[in-house]
């Protein structure tokens, strides 16, 4: 199911910055216009009865063992606050690498997400793991300064340590339609993330439109984002079943016309192990199994990974658990 | 005579202060004491128990932190509500346990005195098991009684709505949230009571209200790690053997069953339902003297 109009330069495989087939596009203010609205329009409801219908996969007993560990596997363990602190961070980064200490059997996560100052931190916390530091940055969350200052924001976080960076698009901008604005920014962080893998934040919630969720996924990806993201989680509208399958379609037609292969990141408002497993069953039935790895699907969390313990700890016991059993963060 | 049908009312769960179907879907038939079709009850499952914990656990932190004389207040106003609806109640106690009229309103009477009872108690337990402690040491010793948690109730079987009563009320007047297990053959003045309960200021998730098999549901509440402790009055004797094992496994207080063949809800209850769910909490306190001897001008 293409999405997207005929591109007139040769496809390109392989996984460059930005894709050479997108040149004509970007070439002015105008063009790169002309292509994101000339992106077929979303039918919202066939999109949210088709996010719901998914929902209601039942996933019971090794398949549920076998998403559960997948699910924690994938999880951002965040911590975003003004009040964190160093102990904060070191606390959590323990639990990154044991997310149960009673069960060493348990799974890491994913990666610990965090504040640029907190990335240095959490790099010593986590040395000799696996488990990733990712440090959001370009002004977050608002995304309200001037480039100088988030590039700063990003090199700071690249030179403390960080594998990746978490950066925010301009909303302003885009909703004034000054796209090439949103693509230069996104590509001038890209250039100042350096080896770290770039994930752009749309903030869903702000977009208003589901037409604009699908053009802010397109220009994310021309722009070179190794992973798109719905939202911070800091306004009242997070990662939905929806627009987290709409970028999901994006990336799949993204790697079908170009050969690249972009992760997708909900982030914000997912708590449960059932909402978590949604959004699993939306992976696999959109993009199939090639997605199903942090490597390139990954969860924004911090409460979920408490639920998804416990819910962990019912399959092992057959006995409900409770928050007693699972640590306070 | 008009030809008017009656609607007939569907009874439902009473969970976090709202009223859903069985999660399973399932219903069961209520039949009155002879057999006659009442009505179709949910049949709860084990889903629904954890549902109600959640819920339970949930409302916990405002209702034990509510002051005493507050969730007394809010008792005294279930009782009233209870007062206005005990027409239905006399009916459906009378049809569940077989009683004439007469009979049945003196039992709802006094299931609403035993409210009321209740109501009164929640601001003097207090006094009655808490105190100052003499200890051997410049020490202020204060001890106060503590709501336990989240405590699953195992509902009498015969006594549908006094015994249900007798149960529920002390339960919560200290402090603590309950998931009920109505009686299975006549749990229709249980599910009523959720509703008295909903437009009674009492938040929602205090009490949640489960119909169905006490030995389907029971068991996930016994062995729930979340739960604090659980009633087994309703409870014959091999299950509340069983639920009892269950529960040892996160040391979750019991109250076992008090006699074979049914307890007699009648008779005067005492204090030892309030008591058998309360913590002590013990707290030392200096005394701030720097010695006998005190100050020598």
């Known amino acids: ?329 | 005579m008009s030809d008017r049908l009656s609607v007939l009312k569907t009874y439902k769960l009473y969970v976090g202060g709202k009223f859903p179907r069985s999660e399973s879907g399932r219903v069961y038939e209520v039949t009155d004491s002879k057999g006659k079709w009442l009505a179709n009850a949910p049949l709860s499952s084990r889903k629904d128990a954890r549902d109600a914990v959640v819920a339970a656990r949930k409302a916990f932190g405002g209702w034990s932190g509510a002051t005493a004389y507050n969730r007394g207040q809010i008792l005294y106003r279930v009782a009233e509500m209870l007062e206005g609806r005990k027409d239905q109640f006399v009916r459906e106690v009378a049809d569940a346990e077989g009683l004439s009229r007469a009979k049945a309103a003196v039992v709802v009477e006094a299931a609403i005195d035993r409210w009321v009872w209740y109501a009164g108690w929640t601001d003097k337990i207090a006094q009655v098991v808490g105190g100052a402690n003499p200890v051997a040491g410049p020490f202020f010793n204060l001890s106060t009684p503590e709501p336990t948690g989240v405590v699953a109730i195992v509902a009498p079987r015969e006594s549908s709505f006094l015994g249900l009563v007798s149960v529920v009320a002390p339960v919560i007047a200290t402090g603590n949230t309950a998931v009920v297990i109505a009686s299975e053959k006549a749990p229709l003045p249980a599910l009523s009571l959720g509703e008295v309960l909903a437009t009674s200021d009492l938040p929602g998730g205090v009490v949640n209200v489960l119909s169905g098999k006490a030995a389907e549901i029971a068991a996930p509440l016994a062995a729930h790690q979340d739960v604090n402790a659980i009633d087994l009055t309703g409870a014959d004797q091999e299950l509340a053997r069983e639920l009892e094992i269950a529960a040892a496994d996160n040391l979750k207080r019991v109250l076992r069953p008090q006699a074979v063949d049914g307890e007699d809800f009648t008779a005067d209850p005492g204090t030892h339902r309030l008591t058998a769910f309360l913590e002590t909490k013990t707290v030392w306190h200096p005394t701030g003297s720097l010695g006998a001897s005190g100050s020598a001008y």
């Open chain 1, 1 to 329: 199911m293409p999405t997207s109009p005929k591109l007139s330069a040769p496809l390109e495989q392989g996984g460059a910055p930005t894709t050479p087939a997108f040149a004509d596009v970007t070439a002015s203010d105008s063009t790169l216009r002309r292509f994101l609205h000339g992106l077929p329009g979303v039918d919202a409801v066939g999109l949210e009865a088709r996010a719901a219908s998914l929902g209601t996969r039942s996933i019971k007993t090794t398949a549920k063992a076998y998403a559960i560990d997948l699910a924690i596997s994938m999880i951002d363990l965040t911590t975003l606050e003004g009040a964190d602190t160093p102990g904060k961070v070191r606390a959590l980064a323990a639990k990154a690498v044991h997310p149960d200490p009673t069960d060493r059997t348990t799974p890491r996560t994913a990666a610990v997400c965090v504040y640029p100052d907190m990335v240095a931190t959490a790099k010593a916390a986590l040395a000799g793991t696996d488990v990733k530091v990712a440090s959001v940055a370009t002004a977050f969350p608002a995304g309200r300064a001037a480039l100088d200052v988030k590039l700063a924001d990003t090199r700071d976080a690249v030179a403390a340590g960080a594998d990746e960076i978490d950066m925010v698009i301009d909303r302003g901008a885009f909703l004034a339609g000054d796209y090439l604005k949103v693509y230069e920014e996104i590509r001038a962080v890209k250039e100042a993330s350096g080896a770290a893998r770039l994930k752009v934040i749309f903030e869903t919630g702000e977009l208003s439109t589901y037409d604009n969720i699908r053009r802010a996924s397109w220009l994310g990806m021309i722009a070179g984002a190794d992973f798109i993201k719905t939202s911070t989680g800091k306004v009242s509208v997070n990662a939905t079943p929806a627009n987290t399958l709409l970028m999901l379609e994006a990336v799949r037609d993204f790697r079908a016309q170009t050969g690249v292969q972009v992760g997708v990141k909900p982030a914000g408002g997912i708590r449960t192990t059932k909402d978590a497993i949604k959004f699993l069953v939306l992976v696999n039935e959109t993009v199939g199994e090639d997605w199903l790895d942090n490597h390139w699907f990954r969860f924004g969390a911090s409460s979920l990974l408490n639920d998804l313990l416990m819910q962990r700890q019912k399959l092992a016991t057959g006995r409900y658990s409770g928050p007693d059993y699972v640590t306070v963060d």
